[in-house]
């Protein structure tokens, strides 16, 4: 059973199609993610040029996340969000989208 250091609480904001607007899901989203820990965390860890090997990974992780913000469509979206959830499985991050 993996051991999650971190969660993403997306779950109030997941699949809302019904009650929100693409545009406005996708911003909920991206605000939720930019001000968790982990990507502060990545932001951080870009911005001192640290964590070696791994700085490229944090780094298109913050462009991920900003790219995202960007997607004009569900399948934009989508596919930026699969480097998201590997960077977020790699570095132990659970993304909570169902209750």
Known sequence: MT????TIKLEDLWGKGDEMSFEEQRDAIVARIKSSVPYKRAVRLVANDSDGDNYWDHEMFTID???LAASQDEHEFEMLWQGIYDYADKYKIWIATVF
């Open 3 to 6: 051991n999650w250091k971190y």
């Open 65 to 67: 996340v900003d790219d």
